[in-house]
């Protein structure tokens, strides 16, 4: 049996904190918010007000938190844990926080005080089943001390080391973010070629234990993004600036992150680039040019990749070749205006996506009329538009004529 001290009951801190209690280990708890503490004192261990109390007459104290910033401040911090700890008292720092900070929080550390690096490599379910790898670096005598405590939570991989650990952590996550932002734009080819999204994750599923997490869906965080974000950017540390493929995956992620996708599962990377990828349109007026003389169209529309759907002039015609409702302009654009909506939800789209609508009227008066109908179904910003006059069109009694192009996305 161990004396610990377990500073931080998170997501990941508080399963493995149960893992070394069911294990038969004397273990004391200290969260910043108390009340995570309860569960655990329940099943027989010790709630601590501060680090510095829970760490009192420890022989190991595990930290399991956010950043480096809460790693120095529950040891180093008002009532931190260090000044409390006895010669020969081993803290293993299980955070991810990146080898730079590892090694400040170890210089800071007294004489006599072990100290190992142990990032974990898994994730909630892991933790539950003790199957975690602890990516340890460390000296041997230190590392051997933390054994009866590891075993309880998985298997431990000795990186090297003090510090060797967390720059494994690392390369591992960095390549885990980067794995789930190539499917998000491998399922984006797959819409843009027309294979089914399922049938290609299925696949994906066969060479990629993420597709597989992509696959399981629903539950819980396991991983949340902000996290991601956070090891990424350690990992790139400035390195990286100005090209590469983590450089790339870390824009991505930070798109996420500004979209305010933080508290939600790394998973949730994928679906975002995928949907990014797809065609996109910008309507609006360039600075540098005086703006419409009326807010009906806009300048200019701006499509990223992706297919677009040209619509062929419509006229109020009915299946048996009449014009429905002959001299009613405000009617005819109903009819028109219902199959154009028709024509656009057949292929994903709406109105919204509409780029450009060009319209052939028969009297130039009646525009008004037009303009009534269009603006109930265009809400949006409205798009680059041309409206002509002619004498007249195909069919006789047709008063106008309306083709579009639109972005499918």
Same mark, same amino acid.
């Given at each position: 049996?161990t ?7 998170g ?5 493995m904190?149960?893992r070394?209690?069911?294990?038969g ?9 108390p009340a995570r503490t309860a569960?655990?004192v329940?099943a027989?261990?010790t709630?601590a007000?501060?680090?510095?109390e829970a760490a009192?007459?420890?022989d190991l104290?595990?930290t399991?938190?956010t950043?480096?910033?809460a790693v120095e401040?529950?040891?180093?911090g008002?009532?931190g ?9 081993v803290?293993a720092?299980?955070?991810t926080?990146?080898?730079d900070?590892v090694?400040?929080?170890?210089d800071?550390?007294p004489?006599?005080?072990?100290f ?5 490599s898994?994730s909630?379910?892991?933790a539950?089943a003790?199957e975690l790898?602890?990516?340890a670096?460390a000296?041997?005598?230190?590392l051997a001390r933390?054994?009866p ?7 431990v ?8 650990g ?12 980067a794995n ?5 734009e ?8 027309g294979v ?5 994750l299925?696949?994906?599923?066969r060479?990629?234990?993420?597709a597989r997490?992509?696959?399981?869906g ?8 902000a996290l991601?974000?956070k090891?990424?950017?350690?990992a ?6 100005g090209g590469g ?6 824009a ?7 979209d305010?996708l933080g508290?939600r599962d790394? +998973?949730?990377l $994928? *679906?975002?680039i995928? @949907?990014?990828t797809?065609?996109? #349109?910008t309507l609006?007026?360039p600075?540098t040019? %005086?703006?419409?003389?009326n ?6 529309a ?6 677009m ?7 109020a015609m009915?299946?048996?070749?009449k014009?429905d409702?002959p001299?009613?302009m405000?009617?005819q ?6 199959l ?6 057949a292929?994903?789209a709406g109105?919204d ?5 060009? +319209?052939f009227? $028969? *009297?130039?008066?009646? @525009?008004a009329?037009?303009?009534? #109908? ?7 910003? %409205?798009p ?6 002619v004498?007249r069109l195909?069919?006789?009694d ?6 579009l ?5």
């Amino acid at each position: 049996m161990t004396r610990i001290a377990f500073l931080g009951l998170g997501r990941m801190g508080a399963p493995m904190a149960a893992r070394l209690l069911a294990a038969g280990h004397d273990l004391a708890v200290w969260n910043r918010t108390p009340a995570r503490t309860a569960p655990l004192v329940e099943a027989g261990a010790t709630a601590a007000a501060t680090p510095a109390e829970a760490a009192a007459g420890r022989d190991l104290v595990i930290t399991m938190l956010t950043d480096a910033g809460a790693v120095e401040d529950a040891l180093f911090g008002p009532a931190g844990a260090v000044p409390a700890l006895a010669p020969g008292t081993v803290i293993a720092d299980m955070s991810t926080i990146g080898p730079d900070a590892v090694r400040r929080v170890r210089d800071r550390l007294p004489a006599g005080i072990g100290f190992v690096d142990a990032p974990v490599s898994g994730s909630v379910p892991q933790a539950d089943a003790g199957e975690l790898v602890i990516l340890a670096g460390a000296a041997e005598a230190d590392l051997a001390r933390c054994a009866p405590a590891f075993e309880a939570l998985g298997h431990v991989r000795h990186a090297g080391p003090p510090g060797a650990g967390a720059a494994l952590k690392l390369v591992v996550n960095g390549v885990l973010v980067a794995n789930f932002a190539a499917l998000g734009e491998a399922l984006a080819v797959a819409d843009r070629l027309g294979v089914d999204g399922g049938l290609a994750l299925d696949l994906l599923s066969r060479v990629s234990p993420q597709a597989r997490r992509l696959q399981e869906g629903g539950g819980p965080p396991r991983f949340t993004l902000a996290l991601a974000a956070k090891d990424l950017g350690l990992a790139l540390d400035g390195s990286a600036q100005g090209g590469g493929v983590l450089s790339a995956v870390q824009a991505r992620t930070q798109a996420a992150l500004d979209d305010g996708l933080g508290a939600r599962d790394l +998973t949730t990377l $994928t *679906d975002h680039i995928r @949907r990014s990828t797809q065609m996109r #349109v910008t309507l609006g007026n360039p600075d540098t040019v %005086p703006a419409p003389p009326n807010p009906a169209y806009s300048h200019t529309a701006y499509v990223t990749q992706g297919p677009m759907l040209y619509v062929s002039g419509q006229i109020a015609m009915d299946e048996d070749g009449k014009v429905d409702a002959p001299g009613d302009m405000t009617r005819q654009c109903e009819v028109i205006f219902s199959l154009l909506g028709r024509i656009l939800a057949a292929h994903g789209a709406g109105f919204d996506d509409v780029v450009n609508i060009r +319209t052939f009227l $028969t *009297d130039m008066d009646l @525009r008004a009329e037009y303009a009534a #109908v269009r603006f109930r179904h265009i809400t949006g910003t %409205p798009p680059t538009s041309t409206t002509v006059e002619v004498p007249r069109l195909f069919h006789p009694d047709a008063l106008i004529e309306i083709e579009l192009v639109a972005a499918i996305p």
